[in-house]
């Protein structure tokens, strides 16, 4: 999956106006994740929206080493678990996301699909 450029900040709009207050890199460690997670007919399977807290991760040894200072961004519920890396882009100010993981519950699979695993 190739990289994905996340600005971070608080969005808002109503039917005249709209805006955004975006974060700046060193004081940002908290935000809301919204996801939705459709099934192969795009019928929601999974939804939250929720604060989250950005942490600093160190890069692994013998893992993938970037040119930027790297954070995790982590939500955990019933359904699932979603992990998320980042790489601050000092020279465009972006965050870009490196690593998308999904955990899902083995129970939840099987009772939206019908299965047994």
């Known amino acids: 999956m190739p990289g994905c450029i996340v600005h971070l900040g608080l969005v808002w709009r109503d039917t005249s106006f709209y805006g955004s207050v975006q974060a700046h890199h060193q004081k940002w460690s908290c935000a809301v994740m919204d ?28 893992g993938p080493h970037f040119a930027g200072e790297t954070y995790c961004i982590e939500h955990k519920d019933a359904a699932g678990t979603v992990h998320v890396q980042l790489v601050w882009l000092e020279e465009t100010e972006e965050y870009f996301i490196v690593s998308l993981v999904l955990y899902l519950s083995t129970a939840r699979i099987n009772r939206w699909f019908g299965t047994e695993y």
């Open 35 to 62: 996801l939705t997670l459709l099934d192969e007919y795009r019928k929601p399977f999974w939804c939250f929206s929720s604060p989250v807290c950005m942490r600093p991760s160190p890069s692994p040894s013998g």
